[in-house]
């Protein structure tokens, strides 16, 4: 069994990034699942190329540093030959109007005074990433169960239409994680390509930051130390953190605090604690860029490896190669 899962470098990965999802990926992982930052997604909407690069390096030495080995890594434009032609095969495969009928296109695209056409497309470079390496399994939110469903309708074309070359994959609901919500505006999640970053704790920010950010976090003015996600959403999030980070229920630690700068200050410290084996050691693989090439370069030729068989497949049976 092959689980595939990936991260956009839209921006510097952050608290909610490890919480919901890496760290998971590192202490649950199995020796069959692979891990990629998608930089090639990026480029849907628009970006700065050398900002590009350097996050997607940054989420490289991130994945690395908590713990994912790096057998199970690489970067999603290494392959971009790879994935160039078997998108291109797939998109010859998908029809218009499931590409448009994707929800997010619509939710993203509307608006917009030009939309990039990556942006259609990039569901069907979705379902390229996923075959090309044989992925047998994606886990995913419910937001992308719709480009799973995709990748699985075209797999089954191409094998009906041509022959057997790819294996169907199927989404899986990822395991619940973590929710954390932007600290300054608890109303929304934390996300990487938000403008105001007051409340976004990155996994690189000095210690001395992530304590700032989080003494400043909004609670409320009721007093009340309970977990109550729905009345007191500022105070949940501090809790829910908290609970993250040293492995126990909010419920249960709202009741041996009796203040909220008592409880932001452990929190603080708690997040400084979780954090700071990953900082170092993702600052001393970016401080090595020898060492990272290195590993990012045997993480390419791994993965290309693993679906050469696929594509040269693909391409004979769709009669572009001997």
């Known amino acids: 069994m092959t689980r595939l899962s990936a991260i956009t470098p839209s921006g510097h990965a952050h608290l909610g990034n490890h919480l919901g999802a890496i760290r998971r990926w590192a202490r649950e992982g199995s020796a069959g699942d692979l891990y990629f930052v998608s930089d090639l997604h990026a ?41 160039g ?21 619509k939710q993203r695209a509307d608006g917009q005074g030009m939309v990039r056409l990556g942006l259609l497309t990039y569901p069907v470079l979705m379902a390229a990433d996923i075959l090309l390496q044989g992925a047998t399994e994606v886990p995913v939110g419910q937001d992308q169960t719709q480009h799973v469903e995709l990748a699985r309708s075209l797999a089954r074309r191409f094998n009906s239409t041509f022959g057997e070359v790819f294996v169907v994959p199927r989404a899986v609901m990822a395991p619940t994680a973590a929710r954390v919500m932007d600290l300054s505006d608890p109303t ?28 400043r976090a909004v609670t ?31 419920v249960e630690i709202a009741d041996e605090y009796s203040s909220y700068g008592e409880l932001k200050e452990a929190a603080a410290e708690a997040v400084v604690a979780e954090l700071a084996p990953l900082r170092a050691s993702a600052l001393e693989l970016l401080d090595d860029p020898k060492e990272l090439d290195e590993i990012r370069a045997a993480g390419a030729a791994r993965a290309r490896e693993r679906g050469q068989h696929v594509l040269e497949s693909a391409l004979r049976m769709a009669g572009l190669s001997g």
Do not use: H
Request: positive net charge; glycine residues 4%.
């Open 43 to 83: 480029m849907t909407v628009s970006y700065n190329p050398s900002r590009l690069r350097s996050l997607s390096r940054e989420l490289l030495a991130v994945l690395l540093a908590a713990g994912i080995k790096p057998d199970r890594v690489f970067v999603q434009s290494d392959l971009v030959r790879e994935l």
């Open 85 to 105: 032609a078997l998108s291109w095969v797939l998109e010859c495969t998908c029809s218009f109007g499931e590409a448009a009928r994707m929800t997010q296109f």
């Open 188 to 215: 929304r999640k934390m996300s990487k390509s938000t403008q105001d970053n007051a409340g976004v704790v990155f996994l690189l920010d000095d210690p001395d930051l992530v304590r700032r950010k989080v003494m």
């Open 220 to 250: 409320d003015n009721e007093k009340r130390l309970e977990y109550r996600p729905t009345t007191q959403p500022g105070l949940a999030n501090l809790l829910e953190v908290l609970a993250a980070c040293v492995g126990r229920s909010p």
